[in-house]
């Protein structure tokens, strides 16, 4: 990659060390380990834009966390574009630093530093930093849904998370490319180190001496619809992340007259949306997902890799990708983990052993808490979709399997958690039951994919109206009046959710379509796509859109939801958001799960990466800062984290319906 680290490297230092080991030293002999502000480690750093030296410009660096961002220290580049800043304090869950030259507003760089102990990675922090347009972009993603006029701010977990996330793409010492983006997953694999070059080169644009009406151009062109236009690079490229179909051609068009960084796109992408892959050791053929509170990323697994033989193993990966929790964590009962996983209010986390008829539970920290059969409590025939709601109750969408006879399947909960305490609940129109969530008022909605439809889970060859309905069960384990919910659209429903106003959202793979349901069990509304890409589940940001994963057509596609004013001007509920083929990326595989985090990040699960023949699919794909963020687990309803409240994301109780 040309134009990245030419300038004078930066001198490297270990002050942190320095301070621990002198912490350490104080502490053995008992005098008291305080460090005085001064002594906080000095951060070295070059600053350089379209390859070159940036001098005499500012460079501030900041400290971010809910309560605001702050400034830390000042100094102002060299001729060769280095700069010192010695802070009296590096504490924050986010630590940044801004650059921008002398009496030029247009451009303004940017580059984590360091993060700290709040989130689900290990806290870190650099001494040494080059910020230059390609930093930039990767904290401006990163960071997407933290990022406002003020600066960074925002509440952890997601906050440091998404901080961590940065250096999946650009490494702030170095200024290049992150071990993430350029390793044997992604590189060439797919369009997102490409995809940052470009942006790269967009941002380069306003670089000095570069042609000031390219520059001009760049920033009219990335400013949302009857929006404002951003002041400066960095809002540009926030805008971007925020909007990610806007001006694709145009902007492309725009970023090919700049070749500082390489590898580029050679067309115009759809949408300017980065995807990173993750695979973990035994993460194969996935078919749920789950966040923690950490923003741990829980799964379960269908197949061994490369066969059809049931996996043993549920996998966690951190929120950066690594395996954690000894991943891949075997015992517990499982055997083929199935479309169903959930976290209840103590940290456990219960998956559905499909093959082995039974519910494996495992400890916030990956310890196995169920027999080596798993639990078997109330007659259980190849569970699936499970959710815990807001009293501790486990509830588990018995789905009776692939055989049997019309009408088969039941909905089991365990109360508080107890399986020896086990309540079956028929009636209501279950009819192999898939997948189930919890709304705001303790209600188990449950989509029945009914035998016709389950016999697709082998062939997965759509004939003709296969049906479905959605059964709803109120929290004294009873069937509602309305139940079930029949419709047209529902045409083997599987994995649908809740939003923020107790709309339930059902997308049905046979009808390409989503249907809303509101509270009372009333269709409200039927959104066909416009591409066949045969739906599987969806979940919901923060911002009530609805994420929607194609099995079908590897995609990901977006649908405004009933908070319109989330949406861009003119959109109403159910307007799609995304292209009309969904995004798209080389990574992308046959998706059975979506699932949202702290940060931002949207998570799906490979399941199959080929048709004929089945074939598992690996590992799990992000798209960065993408979405608003969600309080994860889910708590049950979607609520997005907040900065001014005693917690980030408060306890919810159920509320009372009246049919």
Request: glycine share 12%; hydrophobic share 35%.
């Amino acid at each position: 990659m040309r134009g990245v680290g030419k300038a004078k490297p930066a001198r490297q230092r270990s002050g942190i060390a320095l301070a621990a080991s002198a912490t350490m030293a104080l502490a053995l002999t008992g005098l008291p380990a305080t460090t005085p502000p001064a002594t906080s480690a000095p951060l070295h750093g070059t600053v350089t834009s379209a390859g070159k030296p940036l001098s005499n410009a500012t460079v501030t660096l900041f400290a971010g966390d809910r309560q605001g961002a702050r400034t830390l220290g000042r100094a102002t580049t060299d001729a060769g574009g280095a700069f010192q800043i010695r802070p009296n304090q590096r504490t924050g869950s986010v630590l940044y630093v801004e650059a921008a030259p002398t009496g030029d507003r247009s451009l303004r760089l940017r580059s984590v530093v360091g993060f700290g102990p709040g989130g689900g990675v290990p806290q870190r922090s650099e001494s040494a930093v080059t910020v230059n347009e390609f930093t930039t972009v990767a904290a401006t993603y990163a960071l997407a849904q933290f990022t406002d006029q003020r600066g960074i701010t925002g509440p952890s977990p997601g906050l440091e998370n998404a901080a961590a996330t940065s250096y999946n793409l650009a490494n702030p010492a170095s200024g290049r490319p992150g071990k993430v983006v350029t390793d044997q997953n992604n590189g060439s694999k797919n369009d997102t180190l490409a995809t940052l070059g470009t942006l790269a080169n967009l941002v380069s644009l306003c670089a000095p001496g570069a042609d000031t009406g390219r520059c001009r151009d760049m920033l009219r062109l990335a400013t949302p619809q009857r929006g404002t236009a951003p002041g400066d690079t960095a809002q540009a490229v926030l805008n971007l992340a925020r909007n990610p179909r806007l001006a694709t051609g145009r902007l492309y068009a725009l970023a090919d007259r700049a070749h500082t960084y390489t590898p580029a796109l050679t067309k115009a992408p759809t949408a300017w949306v980065l995807a990173l892959h993750y695979t973990a050791p035994q993460v194969y053929a996935p078919g749920r997902i789950a966040m923690d509170a950490k923003g741990n990323v829980w799964a379960s697994n269908n197949w061994l890799p490369g066969t059809r033989n049931p996996s043993p193993y549920v996998t966690v990966q951190d929120p950066v990708g690594n395996p954690t929790l000894n991943s891949p964590i075997s015992g517990g009962g499982m055997e083929a983990g199935a479309w169903g996983t959930a976290i209840d209010h103590g940290g456990s986390v219960w998956v559905p052993s499909y093959g082995g008829d039974a519910m494996s539970k495992y400890s916030s920290t990956g310890k196995p808490l169920s027999p080596g059969s798993g639990f078997k409590n109330g007659g259980l025939n190849h569970p699936q979709g499970t959710a815990v709601d807001q009293k501790g109750n486990v509830w588990i969408a018995n789905f009776y399997g692939l055989k049997g006879n019309p009408g088969q399947g039941s909905v089991i909960v365990y109360p508080h958690g107890d399986p020896s305490r086990a309540i079956t609940i028929k009636g209501g129109g279950l009819d192999h039951p898939f997948s189930l969530q919890i709304d705001g008022y303790g209600r188990a909605w449950v989509s029945n994919a009914r035998f016709n439809g389950a016999k697709l889970l082998d062939t997965r060859v759509p004939k003709g109206h296969v049906g479905g309905s959605v059964t709803v069960i109120g929290p004294d384990f009873k069937p509602t009046s309305f139940s079930p919910i029949k419709d047209n659209s529902l045409d083997w429903p599987l994995g649908l959710a809740v939003d923020s106003k107790n709309n339930v959202w059902v997308p049905s793979f046979v009808s390409n379509s989503v249907t809303e349901i509101g509270p009372s069990g009333k269709v409200t509304g039927v959104y066909k796509l416009p591409t066949a890409i045969a739906p599987w589940s969806v979940a919901i940001d923060g911002s009530d859109r609805v994420w929607v994963a194609g099995f079908g057509a590897p995609s990901v596609s977006v649908l405004c939801g009933v908070n319109t004013s989330a949406c861009p001007p003119g959109s109403s509920t159910g307007s799609l958001l995304s292209p009309p083929r969904g995004y798209r990326s080389n990574s992308i595989q046959h998706l059975t799960a979506v699932q949202l985090d702290q940060s931002g990040n949207v998570w799906l699960a490979n399941n199959w990466s080929k048709l004929v023949p089945p074939t598992g699919g690996t590992g799990l794909v992000e798209l960065i800062g993408v979405a608003t963020p969600v309080c994860t687990p889910l708590t049950p309803v979607p609520s997005r984290p907040t900065a001014t409240g005693s917690t980030a994301c408060p306890t919810q109780k159920p509320l009372s319906f009246r049919e």
